[in-house]
């Protein structure tokens, strides 16, 4: 017997494979849909009692080549091979991209955080040694055939599913505004993709390690969404992590625990320290392109306005990271995003757009 909380149905499929492996005739199941993600996949927390698990649906993109869902289980499969703290896979049909997975709980570390019940070096210190071990680990047997679209993190990978996406979703679509055309301007954004992209595949990285990825359960760390797994430089996920507008982390705290991770990392990583610098430099920048261009496009195209809020911080991370990076070895592009009237544009845009969404 299955017993559903009011709410988004459960596909039948995914209810029947949870009460035969979880019911086993103890009692009803219940079966609670849970608050979604940017993307379109479904979440449930399914009890019988004494078990609990989360069960998912993920609508596949294609029937024909490998498929966020079919890299959602390989990759997890490796991970959870590689001893490192995923879910795991209790039941799963990626062909039609259902899955039951071990539950992690409710608590997200941007969640922790804003509770402010443990301090930030603390959290952080336990963040940083989980991306140590997973920058150390994954990369033992990750093959290319796991990724279901591009399997490197490379300079075209950059220009098109980063800085492209940032003049689409932000600048055409939210701004209402482009680039300028401007040859030197062009120049300057391929050599930054250059920069940020990896030219070797000895790395993998998680593109996504935020502050809502990560899960914490009974002190424990779990990392959640690496179905985006590929290779790539480590400083990218470093970035991801100490830039993360759902979590405002002062910049003397993202510098310390920059100088912990490479600490850790030095090891393994196979650069020197300049080489090591630079990348994170560049990879800061075109993270911050990518969330700008993500928050635009989920709350204008996608109607979930929630993630606009994101927008003010994560521009003036925007900003500040150019300074950061050095006016000299981006002139152009720190002119172009220092302009006043875009700041002015953007004040403009997210008071209509927020207003016309009833917000």
Not at 47 to 75: C, Q, Y
Not at 191 to 206: F, K, N, P
Not at 228 to 257: C, H, K, T, W
Not at 297 to 316: E, T, V
Request: net charge positive; glycine share 8%.
């Amino acid at each position: 017997m299955i017993v559903t909380v009011p709410g988004d149905a459960a596909p039948p499929l995914l209810l029947q494979a949870a009460e035969d492996v979880l019911g086993a005739g103890r009692g009803p199941l219940r079966v609670i849909p849970l608050p979604g993600d940017g993307s379109e996949r479904r979440f449930y927390r399914i009890l019988d009692g004494r078990r609990r698990a989360i069960g998912l649906s993920s609508p596949r993109v294609t029937t024909k080549a490998v498929d966020e869902n079919d890299s959602f289980l390989l990759i997890g499969r490796h991970l959870h091979g590689c001893g490192l703290p995923v879910p795991e896979f209790i039941w799963a049909d990626a062909s039609q991209g259902l899955f039951l997975l071990e539950d992690f709980g409710d608590v997200h570390l941007q969640l922790l955080v804003n509770r402010r019940r443990r301090s930030l070096a603390s959290v952080y210190g336990q963040v940083i040694r989980l991306l140590l071990r997973l920058h150390e680990r994954a990369p033992g047997g990750f093959l290319p055939e796991y990724c279901h679209d591009a399997p490197v993190y490379d300079a075209s990978f950059v220009l098109e599913r980063e800085i492209e996406y940032f003049r689409k979703a932000f600048l055409e679509a939210f701004l209402e505004t482009d680039w300028d055309k401007d040859p030197n301007l062009r120049m300057e954004i391929e050599r930054l993709a250059e920069s940020a992209g990896a030219s070797r595949r000895e790395h993998v990285i998680h593109r996504d390690f935020q502050s809502r990825n990560l899960m914490v359960l009974r002190g424990r760390m779990g990392l959640l969404d690496f179905q985006g797994m590929r290779f790539g430089p480590p400083a990218y996920d470093l970035a991801s992590l100490l830039i993360d507008p759902y979590v405002n982390l002062p910049e003397p705290v993202q510098a310390g625990l920059k100088e912990l991770y490479w600490r850790g990392a030095r090891c393994f990583l196979g650069l020197s320290r300049q080489a090591f610098d630079r990348s994170y430099a560049a990879a800061r920048l075109c993270r911050n392109l990518q969330v700008l261009a993500a928050y635009a496009f989920l709350g204008l195209a996608r109607g979930k306005p929630r993630f606009l809020a994101y927008i003010p911080l994560a521009w003036s991370r925007l900003r500040w990271s150019l300074r950061w990076a050095g006016p000299d070895n981006y002139p152009n592009l720190t002119r172009r995003l220092g302009e006043e009237r875009l700041q002015s544009r953007l004040d403009e845009r997210l008071r209509v757009v927020l207003r016309d969404k009833g917000c």
